[in-house]
Every structure is written in structure tokens, then in C-alpha cells.
């Protein structure tokens, strides 16, 4: 079929394909007109980050609590999953030797990629080690691959304790001296959350 340009300027007997690579740039095409949809599966559909750059401090035992770190996202399709990342900058107890604060993940009021239940355990996804000073502690990273199932906005939190007769400080040493020494450095803590094509 011959290819025709008409007087009102759409174009016919052009079929799929048809145009030399290239010849249809980003900048040509509509905003929208390329949907999550059509993208491969992987692909990184958008981005939310939230950050917390205060300081805080639990004396939580054995018991969860808000550390104050959340964002939302909004799916835009149930298919599609959520990588969770969460780095904590610092977390120092106050006590001395071996102690340790769980924490994990919360995706509304769900924990999410947690361990096995057993008994009264505490079920968490990661752990923060303090083993010396205390004002050392130190940081931890985690990420978690979810399935939500949604296209509503959803949001993901994190929650941490401790142990008894301790308190937990957060990006700040347990003596918080006003100091240029690097045990009084002051730290941050981030959450990111990806949309992944399903």
C-alpha cells in the first residue's frame, strides 16, 4: 500500500514499524502516551524518599514503637511490587557491653518481611549492635521486596525497641556533648521506596 499524506495531515498506509529507528524521539511524544503498562517488568516506575534528621530516643521494652521514619506511595498497578530500602545513621544505647535494638517494617499496620513467629519472639527484619561504649552503637541498612496488591496510597514505616533498664538514642551519641569529637557526630536516617513493574 502506497504511504499517503493527506490535506489534514495524517498519514496512511504506514504500518508498525514502519519508521527507521530513531525517527520518533522522547521530545515527540504526548505527555502520558507511554504507560507503566507498557513498560518491562523491573522497570523503575517512580521514586519516594522521606528522611528523618533528628534525634529521638526509646526506652521501649521488648515492645515496638515509631521511630518517626515513614513515606507513601500509590501503586499504579496491583501487579506492580514496592522496594522498600532503609538506612538507619546511628543508634546508641545507653548501656555498656552487648545490647542490641530490633527493628522492622511496617506497611500500614502490617509487619512486612519479618522473621519466622515462634513462641513470644520478637519478629524483626534487622538488628543494630552496640557492643562497646555507649556512646558508639552503630548503623544499619535493610531492603524488602512487597507485594501490596494495591493501587491505594500506602504507607511504610519503621518501628524499633530495645531491652531492659536501657535507653535507645537515635543519630546522636548518649552523651550528646557538644563536641568536635567523632562520637558526638550527628547521623541521618532514610527510607526509599521504588514502584517495580510486575
Known amino acids: 500500500m502506497a504511504i499517503t499524506i493527506n490535506g489534514t495531515g495524517s498519514i496512511t ?31 523503575i516506575l517512580q521514586v519516594v524518599q522521606a528522611s528523618k534528621t533528628d534525634t529521638t530516643s526509646t526506652a521501649s ?11 507513601s ?36 499496620s502490617t509487619a512486612i518481611g519479618v522473621g519466622d513467629a515462634e513462641g513470644v519472639r520478637l519478629q524483626s527484619n ?21 507485594s501490596p496488591s494495591t493501587t491505594s496510597s500506602t504507607t511504610y514505616k519503621i518501628q524499633w525497641t530495645g531491652q531492659a533498664g536501657e535507653t535507645w538514642y537515635l543519630h546522636r551519641s548518649t552523651g550528646n556533648t557538644n563536641s568536635t569529637d567523632t562520637i558526638h557526630s550527628r547521623a541521618a536516617s532514610h527510607i526509599t521506596l521504588m514502584e517495580v513493574a510486575g
Open 13 to 43: 498506509g504506514l504500518t508498525a514499524g514502519g519508521l527507521p529507528d530513531g525517527s520518533v524521539t522522547a521530545a515527540d511524544l504526548a505527555d502520558g502516551a507511554v504507560t507503566s503498562g507498557a513498560l518491562p517488568a523491573g522497570s
Open 61 to 71: 521494652v521488648d515492645s515496638f514503637v515509631d521511630l518517626g521514619l515513614s513515606a
Open 73 to 108: 506511595i500509590t501503586p499504579t498497578s496491583t501487579s506492580n511490587k514496592i522496594l522498600v530500602m532503609v538506612s538507619i545513621g546511628r543508634a546508641v544505647s545507653n548501656s555498656t557491653g552487648f545490647r542490641m535494638a530490633p527493628f522492622r517494617i511496617l506497611r500500614g
Open 126 to 146: 534487622f538488628i543494630i549492635f552496640d557492643t562497646n561504649d555507649a556512646n558508639y552503637g552503630g548503623a544499619g541498612a535493610y531492603q524488602y521486596l512487597d
